[in-house]
C-alpha cells in the first residue's frame, strides 16, 4: 500500500474518518456527497485495499485505514503549518465533535463557547451528549470530556478537575420533612437500576437500606427536576443543585468524581482539536470552585 500522494487525498480521507458519514464530510468539504463518494472509491483503488467498512450507521475504518490515519494527519499538519504565513490562531477551521456528559454540555460547556467562537469564527463544534458511551477509537468524537478515566489506548488525558456532589432537596421539601430519624421518613429521588453502579446511586442504596427510592430516572435533569418540585431528596453535582436554588443538607459523600479531557494522541497537535482543548483546560479552571462545591 502506497503513501498518499495528494493533499487532496489525505482530505478526503481524514473527513469521512472523523465525520463517520459521506454525507457530515461532504459537508465539512463544502462538495458534493456523490463526487466525495467517487473520490474516495477512486482513492481506495489506487492504494488497493479498503480504508473503510460500510454500515448502516456509517462509515468505521478499517485496519488499513487506521495504519495511513497518522500519516494523513501528519500531511494534514504540514499543509496547515505551509499555509499559515502569519501565525496566527485565527487561521483555525474547520470541525471539532466533542463528546460529553449532558450535565457538563449543557449549563457549563455549550454557553462557554461564544467567547471561543468569537476568536475563531471559521470554527464549528458538534457537542455529543447522551448515555451511550462514544469510542474515541472508533473516531465517534476528536475529544470527550468524562468522568471515567480510560485505561488504554493511544490517548492523551488531562484532569480537568473534580465534580462535587451533595444531598439536596427544595426549600419546601426541607421545610416540611419529618425528623425522627436520619432519612427514615425522607423521599429519595435516584437511579434506575441499569445506573445503579454509580458511585451517587450506591450511596443512596447504603443509605436507604433496602427501602425503594420514590422516583428512580436514568437521566441527572429529570432528578434535578424532581429535586425542585418538592418530589425528594436527591445527590446532585453542587453547581447544578446551586443554580436550580436547591439546598445542600449534606456535603462530603464520598461520590465526588475527577473529570478527564481525553483526545487521541495523534490529534493533540492539531490546531481544531487543541484549540478547543485548551478552551475547555480554561473553563474547567476557572469554574474549579463552584465544581468542587467550594465558596
Known sequence: MSSFVHWDDA???????????LSG????LKIGIAT??????????ALGVPLFTRHQTGYRLTDDGEALLERAERLEQAGLAFGDTSGAESGVTGRVRLATAENLANPLIVPS????????????VEVVSGLNTVNL???DADLAVRMVRPEAGNLTIKRLGTLGFGLYGSADYLSARRVSAPFVDDDFIGWAETHHHLPAAKWVQRILRGRPCRLETNT???????ASAGAGLAV????????????????????????????????????RVR???????????VQATALRGET
Open 236 to 271: 446532585l453535582p453542587h453547581f447544578l443543585a446551586r443554580q436550580a436554588g436547591l439546598r445542600c443538607l449534606m456535603s462530603g459523600l464520598g461520590v465526588d468524581q475527577p473529570i478527564w479531557l481525553v483526545m487521541q494522541a495523534d490529534l493533540a497537535h492539531s490546531r
Open 11 to 21: 482530505r478526503i480521507f481524514l473527513a469521512v474518518a472523523r465525520c463517520g458519514t
Open 275 to 285: 484549540v478547543v482543548a485548551d478552551h475547555l483546560i480554561e473553563l474547567f479552571t
Open 36 to 45: 466525495l463518494s467517487r473520490r474516495l472509491d477512486r482513492l481506495e483503488g
Open 25 to 28: 464530510a461532504a459537508e465539512s
Open 220 to 226: 441527572l435533569s429529570a432528578q434535578l427536576a424532581a
Open 113 to 124: 463557547l461564544g467567547a471561543l467562537f468569537a476568536q475563531h469564527p471559521a470554527l464549528r
Open 137 to 139: 477509537h472508533r473516531r
